[in-house]
Nanobody, 124 residues
Framework: QVQLVESGGGLVQAGGSLRLSCAAS????????MGWFRQAPGKEREFVAA????????YYADSVKGRFTISRDNAKNTVYLQMNNLKPEDTGVYYC?????????????????WGPGTQVSVSS
């Protein structure tokens, strides 16, 4: 089982930027697609972005397209989420997760090995 640890969250004003990192343990990081999810208070966890093992394929929620960029560095066992032009509705706990092999969806059930999360707060 891989262990994931997110970092880089914080408090930022609307229009600002943050870069989240997710460090993974183990030797198989480069063979799995990875994803970012977020959960706002009182709401369900929602998909934000995903990236294939080779970085060729990326996927984004409509709400973050054009503002967020997912990337990865397999040599460092790390996946990133660059968040620009942040909005108050981006506030929440951000989680990274490993995509299950053979699963083709982008729901929470298609991912495992969740990290503890990092808080992102955007003030208006």
């Amino acid at each position: 089982q891989v262990q994931l640890v997110e970092s880089g969250g914080g408090l930022v004003q609307a229009g600002g930027s943050l870069r989240l990192s997710c460090a993974a343990s183990g030797r198989t990081f480069g063979t799995y697609a990875m994803g970012w999810f977020r959960q706002a208070p009182g709401k369900e966890r929602e998909f934000v972005a995903a990236i294939g093992w080779s970085s060729v394929n990326t996927y984004y929620a409509d709400s973050v397209k054009g503002r967020f960029t997912i990337s990865r560095d397999n040599a460092k066992n790390t996946v990133y989420l660059q968040m620009n032009n942040l909005k108050p509705e981006d506030t929440g706990v951000y989680y990274c997760a490993r995509k299950l092999l053979g699963r083709y969806g982008l729901d929470s059930a298609d991912f495992d090995s969740w990290g503890p999360g990092t808080q992102v707060s955007v003030s208006s």
